[in-house]
């Protein structure tokens, strides 16, 4: 447990140090490649004074994450103990490739000049086979049961050849509403830093190598880019940034073999989507009636006079008190 508790300390470090680093360097890439946001006219109108910021930064935290990771994987290949990281490696893959299609839908609104990227069509199809191909490399290396724990209870409910299409519902919905999350300065870092501290905490308690890793260098990668990305933002992780994270978020649920417990512990980002499709819901059923001021949920409360500092802190609070929660339903 102490080894485990010091290499946890060490990856955290380097991956904020790197992060933070990274994150000095990329912004004025960024600006000389003229990488900024675009806000669209639909939008809130006092977010467009926010034009122009660099958006692509999750690269930045990307980077500092499997560089610190592919180092930590070095040092247990050279003691023999490589196995006990392939769990690491999937999830790792996972939120590498749904990176990957940010990346391309953020550079394909660069190119066009607008803020419009892949089709959502596109993006939803390249997601699905990711989740595929995740769920079936688990499934033939043993990773994975088709019994899920009902949390709060000592219920576990077989759910066979049904349990590959729940899990494929999972990650996709969970990497998306982690996306829909990314609308604020600091909003989705902040509350996806909360939630590796309880995969943190599980990971040690749990003695799980690979957890433990993965919550360490998210944990360091969040707190690097947040300094950048607190409001008033200097930069924004893009799509690139936000699928990764949805990536990294789902894939450690499914690591501890606890999927029901991401919608507890990322109950932010389920509401987020939640109040998207209740919006789109009422206005087509309602002949045009709205719910919410304006949807995703964080939009509404600016609506009410929010600040993006007070709705970051009240989202974090909430997602700080589901973990404390979720931790007593494992």
Not at 215 to 241: E, Q, R
């Amino acid at each position: 447990m102490s080894e485990l508790l010091l290499e946890y300390g060490v990856v955290l470090g380097i991956a904020f140090i790197l992060s933070t680093l990274l994150g000095r360097l990329i912004i004025p890439i960024l600006q000389a490649k003229k990488a900024g946001q675009r806000i669209l006219e639909i939008g809130p109108s006092w977010h467009h004074d926010k034009e122009g910021t660099p958006t692509m930064g999750g690269i930045s935290f990307i980077l500092a994450i499997l560089l610190t990771l592919t180092g930590i994987s070095f040092w247990y290949f050279f003691r023999g103990k490589q196995s006990e990281l392939i769990p690491l490696a999937l999830t790792m893959a996972l939120a590498v490739m749904n990176g990957m299609i940010g990346f391309v839908d953020d550079f394909c609104k660069l190119v066009k000049k607008q803020n419009e990227g892949l089709k959502a069509y596109q993006k939803f199809t390249l997601q699905v086979l990711m989740a595929v191909i995740y769920i079936l490399l688990l499934n033939r290396l043993g990773y994975i049961e088709t019994a899920v724990h009902i949390p709060f209870t000592e219920i576990t409910v077989e759910l066979g050849i049904v349990y590959y299409v729940f899990a494929l519902f999972v990650i996709v919905g969970m990497v998306n509403s982690v996306n829909l999350t990314d609308g604020l300065d600091g909003l989705a870092g902040t509350v996806t830093l909360i939630v590796f501290l309880f995969f943190s905490a599980v990971g040690l308690s749990y003695w799980n190598s690979s957890l433990s890793l993965i919550s360490a260098a998210l944990v360091g990668g969040m707190l690097g880019f947040l300094i950048y990305n607190l409001h008033p933002a200097k930069m924004f992780m893009g799509d690139t940034g936000s699928l990764f994270l949805g990536g990294a978020v789902t894939g450690a649920a499914f690591i501890i073999n606890e999927p029901m417990i991401i919608f507890l512990v990322g109950g932010m980002y389920a509401l987020e989507s939640l109040s998207v499709i209740l919006q789109v819901g009422s206005y087509k059923l309602r002949h045009g009636k709205r719910i919410f001021l304006m949807a995703p949920i964080h939009h509404h409360f600016e609506k009410k006079g929010w600040g993006e500092a007070k709705i970051v802190t009240v989202f974090g609070v909430i997602t700080a008190a589901l973990c404390v929660l979720a931790w007593f339903g494992l």
